[in-house]
């Protein structure tokens, strides 16, 4: 997993719950990299997941909501990071029904080694969208806020429904309509 994730996921503790609350989580996990990130480096996934379960139980928010409100914040970075990226498109249905083969294939040239999930496009139309994602990481709520940002982006709005197809979260179904 890129460092970013975690030099953005650690920024966002800090200002939510304190550097207090970084160093405990930080302090109570066993990271190979000792804690320590920088933006291009490439660490494993197993750290930033001990680093939400720590969150989550000294914070009582569940892993999920913690992705969902840490991909909104990211958003905010890919919007200043990437703006052609997102420049290539105007509509939400159209972006997002191109993670897989525009979107991650341009992610994938500046970090080969990303590790990214796989989007599967199953019924497109003007106005809805269904996609299986699939990943071992399952960090589908990570999606899920990326998609809520990405409506924002447009001004649009969308009822977004998820539908676990394995129960431990690596295959899910996303339905998204779009409302205006
Ligand atoms: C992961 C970039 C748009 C879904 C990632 C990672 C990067 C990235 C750098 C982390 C890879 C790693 O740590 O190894 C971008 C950029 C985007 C974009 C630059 C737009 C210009 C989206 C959108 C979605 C999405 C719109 C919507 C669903 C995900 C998910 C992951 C991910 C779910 C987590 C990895 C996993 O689930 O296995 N993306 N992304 N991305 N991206 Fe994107």
Redesign the pocket.
Known sequence: ??G??FTEFLDLVEDKFGLEMVDKIINSSNLESGGIYTSVG?YK?SEMLQLLQHLSANTDISIDDLLLVY?EH??GI?ET??PG??ATYSDPIE??SS?ENH??V??RK??P?????T?EVLEKTDDNLVMI?K??????H???G??N??FEHFNSKASIVLEKLKEDGTEVK?VINKNL
Do not use: N
Not at 135 to 140: F, I, K, V
């Open positions: 997993m890129k970013i994730i490439t996934f991909a990211f958003f890919i990071s990437y990226l997102l972006m997002l993670i979107i991650h341009e992610v500046i970090y080694d990303a590790e990214l999930p989007f994602y990943s071992s990481r399952a960090m589908h990570f999606g899920l990326l998609m940002k990405t996303f």
